[in-house]
């Protein structure tokens, strides 16, 4: 389905970072690992702050269009094609991981959420932005199965080892391309590994 989504010759997220991840960059430190990558919008924009980042993704097209955009922006990602069922990241490794609308079933984020906090050095971070159940009836993004959709609650449950220093719910208005386009309900989190 993604390679199929990301084939078209647009972006279908547009080239500029998430508006979050964009406000808490200056918190993060490298490396950067970012989950479900897609077309490469926010690991360029890390890069261009001078980040190393490394985004991994499911979809080969999408990928190959972030090496592009990160070539015409001048900077270098690494990337990899990966299945996050079967993903291991590097542990104690990474200074931020970043999760931005990775919606995953909950039978998936049960094994990676505890392998996220593992793979984050001390002090390190966790942004992580997704659309909560309430999305479902607007219509602005994100998917309809409400097992793939976050919130507060369930965050403060799935990483008990990171220390929340954001933690809300919240309504705003997401303009990133042409899929996530209106009025959304997100759940934002900054979670920090003790140090």
Do not use: C
């Amino acid at each position: 389905m993604w390679n199929e989504r990301y084939s078209a010759p647009d972006y279908v997220y547009g080239t500029e970072p998430n508006a979050f991840l964009a406000q808490q960059a200056s918190r993060l430190q490298g490396p950067v690992l970012s989950l479900a990558e897609g077309e490469g919008r926010n690991a360029v924009h890390l890069a261009h702050l001078g980040l190393d980042v490394l985004g991994v993704d499911s979809s080969d097209v999408g990928l190959a269009k972030a090496q592009r955009l990160a070539g015409e922006r001048g900077v270098r990602i690494a990337t990899q094609v990966t299945d996050l069922a079967e993903f291991m990241p590097q542990a104690g490794h990474y200074g931020a991981v970043v999760s931005i609308f990775a919606h995953l079933p909950s039978r998936l984020r049960q094994r990676l959420y505890p392998l996220v906090e593992q793979a984050l050095k001390p002090g390190g971070l966790l942004v992580l932005e997704a659309y909560t159940p309430r999305q479902i009836a607007r219509g602005t993004g994100g998917p309809k199965d409400v097992d793939m959709l976050l919130d507060a609650d369930l965050l403060r449950r799935a990483f008990p080892g990171l220390e929340p220093l954001l933690l809300q719910e919240t309504e705003r208005d997401v303009t990133e391309g042409r899929l996530h386009t209106g009025v959304a309900s997100v759940v934002q989190f900054v979670g920090r590994k003790p140090g």
